[in-house]
């Protein structure tokens, strides 16, 4: 009984962690890659309201909804997730909104350095064989045409997509290629929920920009 007694006295260690909130908890299983999609799910709908809360007040470009928006928020998120500190009482919500504000600070320095150009923005059919030469910087290096820089991009395309997951390839197809609705995709994946699609769409596209990356270099 001494012996029992003795244990229920004993002070707790100072060195004991505190226990993490259930936001913190998902946090960390996903930087640990544990269940990644259920618990990016659980942040899902959490993280759409702090994006909407720290851009209430605030004016989009006329181009730019808050939908498109919050996907540029979230695709950060999901890249950057890793290097979020975890420690009790951090405020992953307050990093959400800061993200969510530098976002936007970033939409309307695009909108502004359009605007100058007088929205001349060229598209690539727009570009000859030659590549549209003229607008490079540095003209005493060979460059390959537009065309050839084309097939090559769709040829690296192809391969990332061949490396995806068959969930994480099916999503990017429906919605980045036939570009349907997340409440159209619900039923050709067998989910019930769209938050659920939309979270499996954000770390598809973190795969695959990921597998993009060497080509890009």
Known sequence: MLHFAAMAERP?????????????????????????????TNLHTKMQKWIEDAVRHENLPADRSLDDLAQDVLLQICKDIGEFKIEPGASFSGWVKTVAKRKLLDTWRRARTTKRGKGKLRHLGEFDEEGGREHFADERSERPSMLVRYDELSRSMLQAMQKLSDKHRRVIELRMFQGKAYSEILGELGYTKEVTVRSLYMRAVQELQALLQPYAD
């Open 12 to 40: 707790e260690d100072p060195k004991d962690p505190l226990p993490l909130s259930s936001t913190l908890h998902h946090v960390k299983q996903v930087q640990d890659e544990v269940d990644v999609d259920v618990h990016w």
